[in-house]
Each structure stands twice: as C-alpha cells, then as structure tokens.
Nanobody, 129 residues
Framework: QLQLVESGGGSVQPGGSLRLSCAAS????????IGWLRQAPGKEREGVLC????????YYADSVKGRFTISRDNAENTVYLQMNSLIPQDTGTYLC??????????????????????WGEGTLVTVSS
C-alpha cells in the first residue's frame, strides 16, 4: 500500500523557518516525482513545488521561489521541504504527494495533479505574529 506521512508543521512568526518531512512507505521516493501541495482556508489547492524522479529537476510556484527548497533522501525514503522567510500567505495545510509518471519537462502543477498516485493527510503550517 502506497503511503505518505507528513510531519513538521506548526506555528511560526513571519520571517521564520520550518522544515517539513514526508516519509514514504510501500514505494521508493526516487521512482516517483514527489511534490508538496498547499491548501489554504477558502482558497484553491496550490502546487507549491516538486522534484522529479528521473533527474531530480525541481519546479516551484512563483510565490515560493527563493524561499522554499525541496530535497530527497533516498536512504531514508523521505522528502523534505525547507521553508524560509515565511509569510502569512504561506499558511495552510501542506500535503505531500507522489506521481510516478510525472517527468521533467511536464507542466507544473497541471500535469502533476493529473498524474497523482498518492498523497498524505497533510500537516498544518500557520504563519502569524
């Protein structure tokens, strides 16, 4: 059974940092594109960033470029999301998700949504003073 479990969410002041973890079971993360989606109250789901399996290419939403970084630890079968310089607009539930056939050159997030195979329940991030 494919499973993703997120952790690391919490409350932080603007300008602060958080690191989210996404632990996979039932599959290995280096064979899947792994991405983070964000669901804020009253807003549509947003594709934040992802990393491909084939060559490790990364794709970022404009709203997080320069502040968020995604990385993958194949030995731990875990993907991380480092979030720096957090702003209140980053508040939301962050869901880790996987898409096996999503590859470099595909559109993000449109194609990533279309190819989703697995996602977690999410972890809540609140950025507030």
């Amino acid at each position: 059974q494919l499973q993703l479990v997120e952790s690391g969410g919490g409350s932080v002041q603007p300008g602060g940092s958080l690191r989210l973890s996404c632990a996979a079971s039932g599959f290995t993360v280096d064979y899947y594109a792994i991405g983070w989606l964000r669901q804020a109250p009253g807003k549509e789901r947003e594709g934040v960033l992802c990393i491909t399996s084939s060559d490790g290419s990364t794709y970022y939403a404009d709203s997080v470029k320069g502040r968020f970084t995604i990385s993958r630890d194949n030995a731990e079968n875990t993907v991380y999301l480092q979030m720096n310089s957090l702003i209140p607009q980053d508040t939301g539930t962050y869901l880790c998700s996987g898409a096996k056939v999503y590859t470099s050159g595909s559109r993000f997030p449109e194609d990533f949504y279309r190819y989703l195979d697995v996602w977690g329940e999410g972890t809540l991030v609140t950025v507030s003073s």
